[in-house]
């Protein structure tokens, strides 16, 4: 016969597996939904257009699907880089902001995950950091900042120091860091929380190690040599007039 004390143990216990299987279901329906053949033209259209606003707001309106439009974006961006690199900025940015979303991240944090690194290597590539470099400095702050959040790092250590490292590539560039140097710190200080973090220092150290690691200096060029003043050559056989002997004219 079961005790009062027991019962109420065995009723807590079930409650709190009822609770949990409803947020791994609230999760699992936030990275399981397939998005319609509307919104799926909405947002190509939106990302033909370069309209990272509207990919936005397609997010607000379908809560639900916007991990997958992340997702969506997220992988027309990278599509792009080659062929318009200053669009590619722009989609990044629109699909970072989505997964930044405290709501998103806790519906799917590994499904965010996915999204800050694909936008972050987005923003890390060299031809795209040259278009956009301001825009790169902000998709790399939003990335790592999802990288650096304790839920993406305890789900998916790898692919957050996969997400700081291409953050801190761009971070300090020099474009990127003259266009936004204050979001460029506030990416510095992203990384370095990623990359401190015992899980993923664990589960990445390759990848932590090139992020601690500084770059080796590069010597400047040597500076050419002045140059040396040239130095007439005189024949000593050659004679001036003014050498010749003046009585020579008289004999």
Do not use: W
């Amino acid at each position: 016969m079961k005790t009062p004390a027991t019962a109420l143990r065995a009723i807590t216990a079930f409650a709190l597996a009822v609770v949990m299987l409803g947020l791994s279901g609230i999760s699992a329906r936030a990275q399981d939904a397939v998005l319609s053949p509307e919104l799926r033209r909405q947002i190509q259209q939106a990302v033909k257009s370069g309209n990272a606003f509207a990919i936005r707001e397609l997010a607000t309106q379908n809560p639900a699907q916007a991990v997958q439009i992340a997702q969506t974006a997220a992988t027309a961006a990278q599509a792009l880089v080659a062929t318009d690199p200053m669009v590619a900025a722009n989609i990044a940015a629109a699909a970072a902001t989505i997964v930044s979303s405290p709501a998103v991240i806790a519906a799917a944090p590994a499904a965010c995950a996915q999204v800050a690194a694909t936008v972050a290597r987005v923003a890390a590539t060299p031809a795209v950091m040259e278009a956009a470099p301001r825009i790169c400095a902000q998709v790399a702050a939003i990335a790592s900042q999802v990288a650096a959040t304790p839920s993406v790092m305890a789900v998916a250590p790898v692919v957050a120091a996969q997400t700081a490292a291409s953050a801190n590539t761009t971070s300090t560039n020099p474009a990127v860091m003259a266009a936004a140097p204050a979001l460029s710190a506030q990416t510095a200080a992203s990384v370095q929380t990623v990359v401190t973090n015992p899980v993923v220092a664990a589960a990445a150290p390759a990848v932590v190690a090139s992020v601690l690691t500084p770059a080796p200096a590069v010597a400047p060029a040597p500076a050419p040599a002045p140059p040396q003043p040239i130095t007439p050559h005189v024949d000593p056989t050659i004679t001036t007039p003014a050498e010749e002997d003046p009585d020579r004219r008289y004999r």
